[in-house]
């Protein structure tokens, strides 16, 4: 069975850095691009960033650019987000999503940016 | 920039009558060389991540019921649920992965009428 687990999530405050994980399994890893996508509370999906399978290639939405860091380690079938300078626009739910027509989704972990 | 623009942000429908939503993209999502549209359709219910139920516009994925079809080329999608149960109550979202910036539609909110 195919599982993404997130974790990472919590409250931190504005100016603040957090890195998010998702641990995959069930999958050849090492064969998907992988991303990062958000939900703010009450409001629709956001594309944050991309992987290639090599880690060759890394793609970001413009806000987020210069302050996350997308990465993978195919070893450890894990990809990360290195968030940094967080804002409360960041405040969501982040979920590590599978492929390029994202055909896999984890349940996601829960981003707080509050003083 | 690709902005992916859904019609209507709401829908009620009764139960066992086709519901429609509409996505429309800035620019074309069609890739010449292999004829394929970069576009996507995702269902998502209350407290759950979104599930992929349609990708290059008209295919299907693996498990999702032939009530669910896609149409639409370029720049104009449609997603049709031929006749509508319980438990397709939820929002859908459009996606476009023609660019590496990926882009979803605002969603469109469905409910029993």
């Known amino acids: 069975e195919m599982q993404l687990v997130e974790s990472g999530g919590g409250l931190v405050h504005p100016g603040g850095s957090l890195r998010l994980s998702c641990v995959a399994s069930?999958?050849?890893?090492?064969?998907?691009?992988m991303n990062w996508v958000r939900q703010a509370p009450g409001k629709g999906l956001e594309w944050v960033a991309s992987?290639?399978?090599?880690?060759?290639?890394?793609n970001y939405m413009d806000s987020v650019k210069g302050r996350f860091t997308i990465s993978r380690d195919n070893g450890e079938n894990s990809l990360y987000l290195h968030m940094n300078t967080l804002t409360d626009e960041d405040t969501a739910i982040y979920y590590c999503a599978r492929g390029v027509a994202l055909d896999y989704w984890g349940q996601g972990t829960l981003v707080t940016v509050s003083s | 920039d690709f902005v992916m623009t859904q019609s209507p942000d709401s829908l009620a429908v009764s139960l066992g009558e086709r519901a429609t939503i509409n996505c429309k993209s800035s620019?074309?999502?069609?890739?010449?060389?292999?004829?394929?549209?970069?576009l996507a359709w995702y269902q998502q219910k209350p407290g759950q991540p979104p599930k992929l139920l349609i990708y290059?516009?008209?295919t299907r994925e693996s498990g999702v019921p032939e009530r669910f079809s896609g149409s639409g080329s370029e720049t104009d999608f449609t997603l049709t649920i031929s006749s509508l149960q319980a438990e397709d109550v939820a929002v859908y979202y459009c996606?476009?992965?023609?660019?590496?910036?990926?882009?979803f539609g605002q969603g469109t909110k469905l409910e029993i009428k």
């Open positions: 290059w516009a008209s």
């Open positions: 069930g999958f050849t890893f090492s064969n998907s691009w």
């Open positions: 992987v290639k399978e090599d880690g060759s290639e890394k």
């Open positions: 620019q074309s999502v069609l890739y010449s060389s292999n004829n394929k549209n970069y």
């Open positions: 996606q476009q992965y023609y660019t590496s910036l990926y882009t």
